[in-house]
């Protein structure tokens, strides 16, 4: 195995350390100075550095990141956006490998390491989605490690053959299944969710569940959520995405549903978007339920909007929730990186020795001078091979 150095960085903008890389995993961190030299040593001088991001929420499989502007059409509600992109998908090619490898090859530009991605499965497409993007992951040589939620954006009982078509994802290979606003969408909140659960308690995948619906409909589909992830054992594999009504409800409520949601080990990924309301971040971090954050698509057939950027939607996450000080800053960019571990099944995601070698070097003073900056990144490291430098991806694919 090589063995080599990034000498003179500082984690999470602590003292300055050389960490020593062997293979694919950092193996030593010591003060600055003191690592032996070697010929493939790189100079870090003196930057800050992180754990490489880690996307939560992603959808790589449908945007036209790389292709001549699209011009945004069709309504504005879930239903019309779904409508819009089975009508028009194909005209960009989507889902198509070389675009997916451009989405990818831009996570890792902007220092994201790891994503959970959401892929499209449905009656037009079958699994065809999911071979996409692993063919896409491969041609990166897994520099971003791709971990995929076989997701049923047409809605599932309301169209009959979706529940085979997840099974069968499950069974080879999804690490989890998806779901839809199961009220909202599928209009039968109590099939789809059976249905869903199911299928992962038998093939043993985890559930990541968009769920858009607001208010009281999106906190009786949490309750729905809770009660059958309790029946199942399946605590601390099920996500909700999205999930915008938590930050809507009653205090009371509120915090009644984090009790229980806490007890199921039930997880959250957002993209914080504007004009939502503000989850209850602190109150869920006291409970352990985990908050990963995500890009979702970007430049897609439902929004033009996003870059990719995952510090840029901690930087989000942290206007959204009035986040001000050192510590409430320094939080967000956790959540964007060691916290978010769980999300593509990591035990630790960190600068410390035994950690799978994902950093990235950024020019600032300290971890909240970065967030509120998003300045470039120097350096990208993932895997154990330098992959971008000074905003410029290296590999070739
Ligand atoms: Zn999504």
Same mark, same amino acid.
């Given at each position: 195995?090589?063995?080599?150095?990034?000498?003179?960085?500082r984690p999470w903008g602590a003292?300055?350390?050389?960490?020593?890389?062997?293979?694919?995993?950092?193996?030593?961190?010591?003060?600055?100075?003191?690592?032996?030299?070697?010929?493939?040593?790189?100079?870090?001088?003196?930057?800050l550095a992180l754990p490489g991001f880690v996307n939560a929420h992603? =959808?790589?499989?449908?945007?036209?990141?790389?292709?001549?502007?699209?011009?945004?059409?069709?309504?504005?509600?879930?239903?019309?956006?779904?409508?819009?992109?089975?009508?028009?998908?194909?005209?960009?090619?989507?889902?198509?490998?070389?675009?997916?490898?451009?989405?990818?090859?831009?996570?890792?530009?902007h220092g994201t390491t790891a994503t959970r991605? =959401?892929?499209?499965?449905?009656?037009?497409?079958?699994?065809?989605?999911?071979?996409?993007?692993?063919?896409?992951?491969?041609?990166?040589?897994?520099?971003?490690?791709?971990?995929?939620?076989?997701?049923?954006?047409?809605?599932?009982?309301?169209?009959?053959?979706?529940?085979?078509?997840?099974?069968?994802?499950?069974?080879?290979?999804?690490?989890?299944?998806?779901?839809?606003?199961?009220?909202?969408?599928?209009?039968?909140?109590?099939?789809?969710?059976?249905?869903?659960?199911?299928?992962?308690?038998?093939?043993?995948?985890?559930?990541?569940?968009?769920?858009?619906?607001?208010?009281?409909?999106?906190?009786?589909?949490?309750?729905?959520?809770?009660?059958?992830?309790?029946?199942?054992?399946?605590?601390?594999?099920?996500?909700?995405?999205?999930?915008?009504?938590?930050?809507?409800?009653?205090?009371?409520?509120?915090?009644?549903?984090?009790?229980?949601?806490?007890?199921?080990?039930?997880s959250w990924a957002t993209v914080a978007?504007?004009?939502?309301?503000p989850l209850p971040w602190r109150g869920m971090a006291e409970r352990g339920i985990g908050i990963g954050l995500g890009t979702?698509?970007?430049?897609?057939?439902?929004?033009?909007?996003?870059?990719?950027d995952l510090l840029r939607i901690a930087l989000g996450f942290a206007r959204l929730h009035g986040l001000r000080t050192d510590e409430e800053l320094t939080a967000a960019v956790e959540l964007a990186t060691t916290k978010a571990a769980p999300f593509v =099944?990591r035990e630790r995601h960190d600068l410390v020795?035994?950690a799978r070698?994902d950093l990235v070097?950024i020019?600032a003073?300290n971890v909240p001078d970065a967030l509120v900056?998003v300045?470039?990144?120097?350096?990208?490291?993932?895997?154990?091979?330098?992959?971008?430098?000074?905003?410029?991806?290296?590999?070739?694919?």
């Amino acid at each position: 195995m090589t063995s080599w150095t990034i000498a003179n960085v500082r984690p999470w903008g602590a003292a300055p350390v050389d960490l020593t890389i062997d293979g694919t995993e950092i193996t030593g961190v010591r003060p600055a100075g003191t690592a032996r030299p070697d010929s493939e040593s790189v100079d870090g001088r003196g930057l800050l550095a992180l754990p490489g991001f880690v996307n939560a929420h992603a =959808h790589v499989d449908k945007s036209w990141w790389g292709q001549p502007w699209v011009s945004y059409g069709g309504e504005p509600t879930t239903q019309g956006r779904i409508a819009h992109e089975r009508a028009e998908r194909d005209r960009y090619g989507i889902p198509g490998v070389d675009g997916t490898v451009a989405v990818l090859r831009e996570y890792l530009r902007h220092g994201t390491t790891a994503t959970r991605t =959401h892929v499209d499965v449905d009656l037009g497409l079958g699994l065809r989605g999911i071979e996409v993007v692993r063919e896409a992951a491969d041609r990166l040589d897994g520099a971003i490690d791709v971990e995929i939620v076989a997701f049923p954006q047409d809605g599932v009982i309301r169209r009959p053959g979706v529940l085979d078509l997840l099974d069968r994802a499950a069974q080879a290979g999804a690490t989890s299944i998806g779901g839809l606003d199961p009220a909202g969408i599928d209009r039968d909140p109590v099939a789809q969710l059976d249905g869903l659960f199911e299928i992962a308690e038998r093939r043993g995948v985890g559930l990541d569940i968009h769920l858009h619906d607001g208010g009281e409909l999106g906190a009786f589909q949490y309750e729905l959520i809770i009660d059958r992830t309790l029946r199942t054992g399946l605590q601390g594999r099920v996500t909700v995405s999205h999930g915008f009504a938590l930050g809507e409800l009653a205090p009371d409520r509120q915090r009644a549903l984090l009790d229980d949601g806490g007890e199921a080990g039930i997880s959250w990924a957002t993209v914080a978007p504007v004009r939502t309301a503000p989850l209850p971040w602190r109150g869920m971090a006291e409970r352990g339920i985990g908050i990963g954050l995500g890009t979702d698509g970007i430049r897609d057939l439902w929004s033009p909007f996003g870059d990719g950027d995952l510090l840029r939607i901690a930087l989000g996450f942290a206007r959204l929730h009035g986040l001000r000080t050192d510590e409430e800053l320094t939080a967000a960019v956790e959540l964007a990186t060691t916290k978010a571990a769980p999300f593509v =099944h990591r035990e630790r995601h960190d600068l410390v020795p035994g950690a799978r070698a994902d950093l990235v070097l950024i020019d600032a003073q300290n971890v909240p001078d970065a967030l509120v900056r998003v300045p470039p990144r120097a350096l990208v490291v993932a895997g154990g091979r330098v992959v971008a430098r000074d905003g410029e991806v290296l590999l070739n694919a």
